[in-house]
């Protein structure tokens, strides 16, 4: 299906028979545009429509209802840090040997401009309904444009120079709902991305709660986290000294707090943790997770993640050998806390995190160091995270004499900590020195292979984009 027919005809998925807010509720059609709000019950429906594009939803290999941000966001960006293969042999996102007419390398693409068109079709349609009060227009308006911040940010760090502001390889910027007559445009700067993004979380920041009717919804610390992730990846001086002060009113001032135990939030907790402030309900019938991770094996950890968790007390409830539908394997374990001889699909193993608290510790941590600020202040936030995940020797961090040795560990826990989870391993490992990521990652061979090519069909259907340089 070429990039029009995407955009216009799959972007927006209505739930025009809701009447509340809940995510698993299979789309009854895929209109996109036309007077389709006219009261607060169908600008819900719509609202969920944009919230089914965040959670890539879809259906699995059967046709059953599923959210797939399993295998469009973690699965890919875990692939990219190295940290998973494709266990089926050769020709994974970790080789970094793709091109722009890999299939593989349109997914978050796709995934991207699908979010961002949804949330501007509803953004254009709530203009106009005078039924609605002005408090839940100016709430749901919020949430669009977070939704659309959020998938501008995965196009960016995914597509874009994003290590350079100056750079003329952005992304197309869609404020408006595609029409025939706007689909191709050309890359904006990196630098106008950012401003773009960053516009979109301030404006939505003041009108979001602070807990929104669900943990599936965007609330105002989720904004901010995503907020310091964007800082962070820009990476100026200012930036770091806002993504410390964000950081910091989120530990403080936020309503969530670390688990206890991280495994439990994975094991047990689920979206019910007291730590996770984003996260993907998936439908009650769906096992496609479980299936991908465990039953099929299709992407499991690898030598390099083996060697990354090695003494890390995690190690032994994420990485194990499983009896899988084709054998023992090695399977990311990270989601499942069933049993490993008599497998069985199980509820917990489908949710998806988009934002945990543990991220706003690690940024500060990191954020701290990038700016020269106290080694001894991340390195107690830093110790907070691994507490948390079951360490009790610290002599690791302990012994950093340095602002490069506290950051490499910072980034390294980062890594594990959001293996296979939202994008955080990839980011993080790309914010190091590029000759310290080819030190990890050797198939880095150049700086280009950082981010992805422009999709192949995009570059042919529009001659207003240029391709990435070295592709």
């Not at 025009?16 to 209109?31: F, I, S, W």
């Not at 080789?95 to 299939?103: I, L, S």
């Not at 193993?349 to 945990?356: A, C, L």
């Amino acid at each position: 299906m070429n990039r029009l027919n995407i955009r216009w005809f799959l972007a927006l998925a209505l739930l025009l028979g809701a009447c509340k807010k809940q995510l698993n509720v299979y789309p009854t059609t895929q209109e996109v545009d036309g007077n389709i709000i006219t009261d607060e019950k169908s600008a819900v429906a719509v609202l969920n429509g944009v919230y089914y594009r965040l959670a890539a939803g879809g259906a699995d290999y059967n046709g059953v209802p599923s959210t797939n941000w399993h295998s469009t966001v973690e699965e890919t960006s875990s692939q990219l840090s190295g940290l998973l293969s494709y266990t089926f042999g050769g020709g994974g996102l970790d080789e970094h040997k793709y091109k722009a007419t890999d299939n593989v390398v349109g997914v978050i693409w796709n995934y991207g401009y699908d979010l961002v068109n949804a949330a501007n079709g509803f953004l254009k349609n709530i203009a106009s309904p005078g039924t609605i009060s002005a408090s839940e227009k100016t709430r749901m308006i919020a949430e669009a444009k977070f939704l659309r911040a959020f998938g501008n940010t995965q196009l960016l760090l995914y597509y874009g120079q994003f290590y350079d502001t100056t750079s003329a390889y952005g992304i197309i910027l869609h404020d408006e709902f595609v029409q025939p007559d706007n689909i191709y445009l050309a890359r904006a700067t990196v630098g106008a991305g950012y401003d773009a993004i960053l516009g979109d979380i301030e404006a939505a920041i003041p009108d979001l709660p602070s807990m929104n009717s669900s943990i599936a919804y965007a609330n105002t610390w989720a904004a901010r986290l995503l907020e310091a992730r964007v800082l962070i990846n820009r990476g100026t001086a200012a930036d770091y000294a806002k993504v410390v002060s964000i950081t910091k009113d989120i530990i403080a001032n936020s309503p969530f707090s670390l688990e206890g135990n991280v495994k439990d939030l994975f094991w047990t907790n689920g979206l019910g943790s007291s730590e996770v402030m984003l996260g993907i309900q998936p439908y009650s019938t769906q096992n496609i997770k479980w299936k991908d991770y465990i039953y099929y094996d299709s992407y499991g950890p690898n030598s390099f993640m083996d060697s990354l968790f090695n003494g890390d007390p995690r190690a032994d409830w994420q990485i194990q050998t499983v009896n899988s539908g084709y054998g023992p394997n090695v399977a990311l374990t990270k989601y499942y806390p069933g049993s490993i001889n008599n497998i069985a699909a199980a509820a917990i193993t489908e949710n998806n995190y988009v934002f945990r608290l543990t991220e706003a510790y690690l940024l500060e941590a990191e954020a701290i160091v990038a700016s020269g600020g106290s080694l001894d202040d991340a390195k107690g936030l830093l110790k907070t995270v691994m507490g948390h995940a079951g360490f009790t020797d610290m002599s690791t961090v302990d012994a950093a004499a340095t602002a490069a040795e506290l950051q490499l560990l910072i980034i390294a826990e980062e890594m594990k900590s959001f293996v296979a989870e939202g994008g955080q391993d990839w980011f993080a490992l790309r914010r190091l020195p590029f000759a310290t990521v080819q030190s990890m990652l050797p198939s880095i061979k150049d700086k280009s292979l950082m981010i992805f090519p422009i999709p192949d069909a995009e570059i042919i259907s529009n001659s207003k984009i240029k391709q990435n340089p070295n592709y």
